[in-house]
C-alpha cells in the first residue's frame, strides 16, 4: 500500500491554518487575510502536482466545478448581498484550494464513501454545528417567552426571534461579545444585522436604557470557527452524512 503524503501535508497545513484563524474569529471576528496564504500556496502547489502526475479523472473533474460553484454561491453571499464578511468567503477558498475533490485516507472511518467535494461535506456538519447553537438558542429564550409575546412585531418575527435571536436584558447585553439588536423598543426593529457593524457602537447607544429593558438580539456567529471545526470532523471520519446517504442510493 503507498501512503499518499500529500493528503498530510494538505491536512497538516489545513488543520494549522484553520486553528490560527479560529482563535481570532473567535476573539475579535477579525482575521488577517494574510493567515490563509499557506492554504494558498500548499493546495495550489500540490494540485498542480496531482493533475501533472495523475491527471483527474471525470469524478475530480466535476467535484471541483461543484466546489467553484459553491464559491460563487459564497461570493454572492459577500460581495452583493453582504450576508457574510471577506474572512469567510477566503476561509472558502482556502479551503477549495486544499481540497478540491475528495481524497481518499486509509484512516479514514468511512473514507470510500465520499463522493461529494469535501467543501460540501464541512459546509454539512457546519450545518450540524449550528442547528445545534439554535437549539440551544432557543431553549435559553424559554426564559422570557412571556417577554417575547408582548413585543409589537408580527407573529412571524416573534417565532423568527425566538427560534435564532436571543432574548436579553440590558444588563447581560452590555457583558455579552458579539451580539447585536434586531428590536429595541422605539429603537430598532429588523431582523438582521450588517456584518461591518460594531457591537461596541450599540452597547454605547443603548446604555441610556435601564439593565432591566428587554431586547432582541443576533449572535455574530464565528462562521470561520465553526468552519475550522467542521474541517476537523471531517477529516477524522473522512466524509459526511451526505456522502453516506448519497453512496447507499447509489448502491
Known amino acids: 500500500m503507498v501512503t499518499d503524503y500529500t493528503v498530510l501535508v494538505r491536512d497538516i497545513t489545513s488543520l494549522l491554518v484553520f486553528l490560527y484563524a479560529s482563535i481570532y ?6 482575521i488577517d487575510p494574510k493567515v490563509w496564504i499557506p492554504a494558498f500556496i500548499v493546495g495550489i502547489g500540490i494540485d498542480i502536482y496531482q493533475v501533472l502526475k495523475f491527471h483527474l479523472n471525470i469524478i475530480q473533474v466535476i467535484s471541483i466545478l461543484i466546489s467553484l460553484l459553491f464559491l460563487g454561491v459564497i461570493a454572492v453571499l459577500t460581495f452583493i448581498l453582504k450576508h457574510l464578511g471577506g474572512a469567510d468567503f477566503l476561509a472558502a477558498t482556502a479551503l477549495i484550494a486544499l481540497y478540491p475533490y475528495p ?6 472511518f468511512l473514507g470510500r464513501y ?8 464541512v459546509m454539512v456538519y457546519y450545518t450540524i454545528i449550528v442547528l445545534t447553537h439554535l437549539v440551544y438558542n432557543t431553549s435559553s429564550n424559554l426564559r422570557y417567552i412571556n417577554e ?3 413585543i409589537p412585531v ?13 432574548v436579553m436584558t ?4 452590555k457583558k455579552s461579545k458579539f451580539y447585536f439588536p434586531v428590536y429595541v423598543p422605539n429603537i430598532v426593529d429588523r431582523i438582521s444585522f ?17 439593565d432591566s429593558t428587554i431586547i432582541i438580539t443576533l449572535w455574530g456567529i464565528p462562521t470561520v470557527t465553526f468552519i475550522g471545526i467542521s474541517l476537523v470532523i471531517y477529516i477524522l471520519v473522512g466524509c459526511s452524512p451526505l456522502d453516506v446517504m448519497l453512496y447507499r ?3
Open 25 to 30: 474569529d473567535w476573539k475579535s471576528r477579525e
Open 103 to 108: 481524497m481518499m485516507r486509509d484512516y479514514a
Open 114 to 121: 465520499a463522493l461529494l467535494p469535501p467543501i460540501i461535506g
Open 148 to 150: 417575547l409575546k408582548k
Open 154 to 166: 408580527s407573529r412571524y418575527k416573534k417565532i423568527l426571534f425566538f427560534i435564532v435571536a436571543r
Open 170 to 173: 440590558i444588563e447581560k447585553f
Open 194 to 210: 450588517d456584518v461591518y457593524e460594531d457591537d461596541r457602537f450599540w452597547k454605547e447607544k443603548l446604555s441610556v436604557l435601564e
Open 249 to 251: 442510493m447509489l448502491t
